[in-house]
């Protein structure tokens, strides 16, 4: 099946860095929606954008729709240790809720 | 706190038995995901609903997987004969009804499926 790109695969930063990570696609998407994935949990969702352009903050993390609809990025601002794990990027092509397109996640270490 | 809530959490079983995973959706959502996540793969569709109908199962090998939401608290995912290859996580996933503008999907804990 189709899937996002997302890089980096993995990073390891130093506790009080800033990240950043983001998604493309061949195709648009009408909504962007970032998850984090803790070990032996499901994906917890973070940001959900729905509109090209469009940029919204929760907490330190910030993420933005592109203005082509065909990428976003998530940034993560001053890191803690508990910002550890899995940040995957989904794609929605229709409204009216339809299966995600998934990237393949980053895996995000912080070193204290 | 509403959430999406599945069982169990792990299955270890032998090849050629049954599974059966069961997921609760979250009140009022009318759309339930099934994925399966694994390291090669990452995260793939194998079916989802609607208002207890199957819109997509294309993601399913229909020899052996089959889905089923016998009323609006319970989808069901069975997989029989089971095969090593199954092993994965397996997540639900409910997603609010279509027509808002804020189209969201939130994902249950995931059984850990083991086939040996």
């Known amino acids: 099946g189709q899937q996002l790109n997302q890089s980096p695969q993995s990073m390891f930063i130093q506790e009080g860095e800033d990240v950043s990570m983001n998604c493309t696609s061949s195709s648009i998407f009408n909504t962007w929606l970032w998850y984090k994935q803790d070990p032996g949990e499901g994906p917890v969702l973070l940001i959900a954008l729905y509109k090209a352009g469009e940029l919204t903050s929760n907490g330190r993390l910030t993420a933005q729709f592109g203005i082509t609809r065909k990428d976003s990025f998530l940034n993560i601002s001053a890191s803690i240790p508990s910002d550890v794990g899995i940040y995957f990027c989904a794609g929605l092509f229709n409204s009216g809720n339809t299966p995600l397109v998934f990237g393949k996640g980053t895996r995000l270490s912080v070193i204290a | 706190d509403a959430r999406v809530t599945q069982t169990p959490r792990h299955k270890v079983t032998e090849m050629g038995q049954e599974v059966t995973m069961r997921c609760q959706p979250i009140?009022?959502?009318?759309?339930v995901f099934w994925y399966r996540q694994t390291m090669m793969q990452g995260l793939e569709l194998l079916a989802y609903f609607r208002n207890r109908a199957p819109l997509d199962d294309s993601g399913m090998p229909k020899d052996r997987f089959s889905a089923e939401m016998p009323d609006a608290t319970l989808a069901t995912l069975k997989i029989q004969p089971s095969e090593p290859r199954d092993s994965a996580v397996y997540f639900c996933a409910s997603g609010t009804p279509p027509g808002q503008l804020t189209d969201t999907q939130y994902f249950g804990p995931g059984t850990r499926l083991t086939v040996l």
């Open positions: 009140l009022g959502h009318n759309t």
